[in-house]
């Protein structure tokens, strides 16, 4: 009964795909209206602020659907509503062409948080070899938390009723064209984590019925932290 709640809850994703009509895209014209984005999202869309996404490599059906989410309020954030508010369907299209024309970068294995390594290092009731102990048991539990990422990334949670994110997204990270499904490879941890908090507690909530509310509902803290970090140093 689960697995097949999950099968009908991906192809109803599959159906609900966008309609907006589009017009073809200039990528050189692209780069030049993109100058204003670069200030957050970097000079070729690798943004090297961790809460702001990467838009390089980006599916240009899902780059257009949310700039005119954003344009037409159904997706509510107040400093890129004025950011597309002059934009012409024109303008959207050159720019997401030109995104997804570039290459993402690679991100670094995610960190261990510096506090709890100092609290380790300023426990004086602790001996060397339990602080190294101690340390060791972070990076395991940093190593263990990816591993979790990609079991579920691939293979969903049935227990949980949470659909794999290979379905939708690719088993690549590279989204899905047709669908408007963003492409994950390469996105920032920290940003990951935000939307798919977003999802769930409905801060992010211009389509409450869709799949990514759906599934990030069942999800706890520590999965969604282990998706982030596996997702953002995909290959």
């Known amino acids: 009964m689960k697995k097949s709640l999950l099968v009908v809850s991906v192809s109803f994703a599959l159906l609900n795909m966008s309609g907006i009509a589009q017009a073809v895209g200039d990528i050189s014209a692209g780069q030049g209206k993109s100058g204003t984005c670069a200030s957050c999202h970097g000079e070729n869309g690798n943004s090297m602020m961790p809460l702001f996404p990467k838009l390089a490599a980006q599916n240009e059906g899902y780059l257009v659907k949310q700039m005119h989410a954003f344009k037409d309020g159904s997706r509510s954030d107040p400093t890129m509503a004025s950011m597309v508010a002059g934009l012409s369907d024109q303008d959207i299209e050159d720019i997401a062409v030109y995104y997804e024309a570039q290459a ?3 991100n670094s294995e995610p960190q261990i948080n ?5 609290e380790i290092d300023d426990n004086d009731s602790l001996s060397e070899d339990e602080k190294t ?5 972070l990076q395991d539990k940093q190593g263990a938390l990816i591993a979790q990422g990609y079991d579920v990334y691939r293979n969903g949670d049935l227990d949980n009723e949470i ?3 290979i379905a939708c ?5 590279e989204g899905n ?3 408007s ?3 994950l490879k390469g996105q920032h941890a920290d940003y990951l984590i935000k939307t798919l908090t977003d999802f769930k507690t409905d801060v992010r909530s211009n389509n409450p019925d869709n799949m990514m509310h759906m ?3 069942k999800m706890t803290d520590e999965k969604i932290k282990a998706i982030a970090y596996y997702v953002s140093v995909m290959k």
Request: hydrophobic share 40%.
């Open 104 to 106: 993402v970068t690679a």
């Open 114 to 118: 510096p506090d709890d390594l100092d």
């Open 133 to 137: 102990a101690a340390r060791k048991a």
């Open 163 to 165: 659909s794999a994110c």
């Open 169 to 173: 997204h690719g088993p690549e990270g």
């Open 177 to 179: 064209e047709p669908a």
């Open 181 to 183: 499904f963003p492409a």
């Open 215 to 217: 599934i990030a509902k």
